[in-house]
């Protein structure tokens, strides 16, 4: 159907905007206050730079928590790298947002989630999730457990994770773009 306007593609477009524009003012400030990310992305998209160690620990998918222990993050149009250290190894990783599965900030239960859609596809799920928290609850100081995200690998440890729950942890709600569209 190419003479519609394809919404899904422009709304992920825009939350990966989102994406970029956190991680840009955290390369410019530091992370303000409890603040902190997890990122999950495609280790085989186009583009992604990380070593041959990681590349073969996380074929697929892989999770890294930006909190204390990273350095020289730095943001361009289409990627971002940062410095991160694995098992006392330090890397340089470079991730197109295009790569970007997920993205979350625990501090305020705030969270987007990323499907590949392509061109051609008509699709029937949603381009992006959002999860937020409920407008009523009062924000939580709690960290995710490492249940509660996906291979992950980070300063902190290069473990792999079990795979992350159907449901958001901390009672966020969780918004599909789906919702809106016509059935």
């Known amino acids: 159907m190419p003479d519609q306007i394809r919404y899904d593609l422009l709304t992920q477009q825009a939350l990966r905007g989102v994406v970029h524009n ?5 390369a410019r400030k530091g992370l303000p206050g ?4 997890y990122i999950s992305f495609d280790t085989t998209a ?9 590349r073969s620990q996380y074929p697929e998918e892989m999770t890294i928590i930006l909190q ?18 694995f098992g006392g190894v330090p890397e340089k990783l ?14 305020v239960q705030f969270g987007l989630q990323f499907e590949t859609v392509g061109e051609g596809q008509d699709n029937a799920v949603p381009a ?19 249940s509660s995200v996906p291979a992950v690998a980070s300063a902190n440890t ?3 994770a ?4 159907d449901k958001p942890a901390g009672g966020a709600e969780v918004v599909r773009l789906d919702r809106f569209r016509k059935k």
């Open 22 to 26: 956190v991680l840009a003012d955290a």
């Open 34 to 37: 409890d603040h902190h990310f």
């Open 94 to 107: 470079s991730i197109p947002f295009a790569a970007i599965n997920g993205f979350f900030d625990p501090s």
């Open 128 to 146: 992006a999730t959002i999860e937020t928290k409920p407008a009523a609850a009062e924000p939580k100081k709690k960290t995710p457990t490492r």
């Open 46 to 54: 186009d583009g992604v730079r990380l070593s041959q160690r990681l």
């Open 158 to 160: 290069s473990e792999p």
């Open 68 to 85: 204390h222990q990273f350095w020289d993050l730095s943001v361009d149009d289409d990627h971002f790298e940062v410095g991160l250290s």
């Open 162 to 165: 079990p795979a992350e729950p």
